[in-house]
């Protein structure tokens, strides 16, 4: 049997990412050894993790950009280029072949994520090792290094197929200059099907995200200043909850997320006393995720995840667009059905 090592954010606190880290394991364990390797070198989503991504989340947005960028490059190179040498060597020459995917995975995060791929792609060639790029999404800044890194990957020879999860990331590298044998598919999350559960429960759920995620990751529009991110944000759910009266907040994982709810429920409970609000603990894996959507009977979500697995439970959802990934994406059931299919045809065996 041949044996394929999967790079993706299965480590994350973010459950959207372990989503589609679950979906890639399901499909590839039916014809393959599966080995599925974090592209952080993240061993889990607890201890220094948490410290780093509330750093991450709460210092870097708000340092000047200079510093910022040669802060962050300079960590990403000592730790990918030299701690994580090894881990990214011996997982790719274990393999037959190389999955890196997916979520928005090509993004330039001030050369952070660039530097792990590039680390990684250094190890695919060491060992010239075939390698496919499916279900990821490229942000819309690219550096000279990020361009750099992924011109080589995705002009590589060893490249066999490059399949994103919106034709917008197509066109960010077509005019970035960067070519290869592309095509786009839904979100693979999308790829789990249709899920049965209970009958739907009878919370109005809202799942929020931190403004600080939105100030880094978000649209132009959107990119004011985190106290404002929060005002709007807080008068959103504020009208969102108008006429509801048991309300569940909860956020996907990340601990910056989970922390802003926090502080969100304080506020709104002030506000309300006459209102049910029940927060919910931080969910660490989709099954946790899973379940605190049975007790919602309607969502309004600040994350895209959030909404795609609303669509598989069948359960409404709403979802707010402050990140460019969402354009076009459509949560109804008939155009989840096409999804579904669409996003299983990506792992058409006869590829690999």
């Known amino acids: 049997m041949q044996k394929v090592v ?200 809202i799942c929020v995200t931190s403004p600080r995620t939105i100030l880094y990751y978000g649209r132009e529009s959107w990119k004011k200043s985190a106290k404002i991110i929060s005002k709007r944000i807080l008068e959103a759910v504020e009208e969102k909850i108008a006429g509801e009266q048991k309300i569940l907040i909860f956020c996907n994982g990340n601990p910056e997320d989970y922390f802003f709810a926090k502080l969100l429920v304080k506020k709104i409970r002030k506000k309300y006393p006459h209102k049910e609000f029940l927060f919910a603990p931080r969910p660490r894996n989709p099954a946790d995720l899973e379940n605190l959507l049975s007790h919602c009977r309607n969502v309004f979500s600040y994350r895209m995840h959030v909404a795609i697995l609303c669509a598989l439970l069948k359960i409404p959802c709403e979802l707010e667009r402050w990140d460019s990934k969402t354009d076009g994406l459509s949560f109804d059931e008939k155009t989840t059905e096409r999804n579904i299919l669409a996003a299983k045809s990506v792992f058409s065996f006869g590829d690999f």
């Open 6 to 205: 999967v790079f993706n954010l299965v480590n994350s606190s973010n459950c959207g990412d372990k989503i589609i880290a679950q979906s890639l394991k399901s499909h590839f364990e039916t014809k393959f050894s599966v080995l599925s390797r974090d592209i952080l070198g993240n061993q889990s989503d607890s201890g220094f993790y948490s410290v780093r991504r509330r750093f991450s989340a709460f210092i870097v947005p708000i340092l000047p950009r200079f510093f910022r960028h040669f802060l962050v490059r300079f960590c990403a190179f000592f730790k990918f280029r030299i701690i994580k040498s090894a881990f990214y060597t011996s997982s790719v020459r274990a393999s037959d072949f190389v999955v890196i995917g997916g979520g928005q995975l090509f993004r330039d995060n001030d050369s952070y994520m660039p530097c792990a791929l590039d680390s990684l792609f250094r190890a695919i060639q060491k060992y010239e090792k075939p390698f496919f790029v499916l279900g990821c999404g490229v942000s819309g800044f690219l550096s000279p290094y990020a361009k750099k890194v992924f011109k080589r990957i995705f002009e590589s020879h060893l490249n066999k197929k490059s399949i994103f999860r919106d034709e917008n990331s197509i066109q960010i590298l077509q005019k970035n200059g960067i070519t290869g044998n592309f095509s786009f598919a839904p979100d693979l999350a999308f790829a789990l099907g249709f899920k049965n559960h209970a009958e739907s429960g009878d919370f109005f759920g």
